[in-house]
């Protein structure tokens, strides 16, 4: 079974500071695919990320980066210097890579507020 | 960039009565996909479409619900007779290398 944890159910932080929002997966698959969306207030899932189980290397996207470490099953998103409209839910998703087409499994999303 | 689009984006219904909610895949895509995602809580997985036919199932995807591609553009889902728990957000999606989700479409159920 897939299963996706995102522990951190809300996080404050003031404009500027870095913030990394964690996300621990299970799975029995030895190829799957990792995802982090974004959620805004107005509803619709921004894709940020797509990660497969084989890409190991750590990336970076502007003032987003990700850490992906399969030994730990984790596969963390910081945002460096963040901004008001970083204020969005957060979710990361699981899917198998062997199916293609097969559902996305979900964590349960991390509140993100940056203030002012 | 090509987009999946779905209607309406907010529908109010009575509790009992059938509502249909529309997505326009996009065009080349194989696999098209139902997620709801109730108020506050995570997206959750209802079906998947491939072929003309359900590939799978969750075990939230009871009788009440049905989906088809009637005219091998629109991606239907129905739900027969709305209960209050049915109110949530439902976003559409299609699948060919890579995922595309629509706007979502709010439900709300009296």
């Known amino acids: 079974a897939q299963k996706v944890t995102q522990a951190q159910t809300e996080i404050s932080v003031v404009e500027k500071e870095d913030v990394t929002l964690d996300c621990v997966y299970e799975t029995r698959d030895t190829t799957y695919y990792l995802f982090w969306y974004k959620q805004p207030p107005s509803g619709e899932l921004v894709f940020l990320i797509r990660r497969n189980s084989f890409d190991e290397q750590n990336e970076i996207s502007g003032r987003y980066s990700w850490n992906f470490q399969k030994s730990t099953s984790s596969f963390n998103f910081t945002i460096t210097a963040s901004q008001v409209v970083d204020s969005a839910v957060y979710f990361c998703a699981l899917r198998r890579g062997e199916t293609s087409g097969s559902r996305l499994t979900f964590g349960e999303g991390t509140q993100l507020t940056v203030n002012p | 960039e090509p987009e999946v689009t779905q209607t309406p984006s907010h529908q109010v219904t009575q509790m009992g009565q059938e509502v249909i909610l529309r997505c326009v895949p996009i065009?080349?895509?194989?696999?098209f996909y139902w997620y709801r995602q109730i108020l506050g809580q995570k997206v959750e997985f209802l079906v998947s479409?491939?072929?003309?036919?359900?590939?799978?199932k969750s075990e939230i995807f009871d009788d009440q619900f049905s989906v088809e591609r009637p005219d091998g553009s629109n991606f239907t889902l129905k739900i027969r007779s709305t209960k209050l728990e049915d109110s949530a957000m439902y976003f559409c999606?299609?699948?060919?290398?890579?995922?595309?989700f629509g706007e979502g479409s709010r439900l709300t159920v009296l």
């Open positions: 479409f491939y072929n003309n036919e359900i590939s799978e």
């Open positions: 999606a299609s699948f060919t290398g890579e995922l595309f």
């Open positions: 065009s080349n895509h194989l696999y």
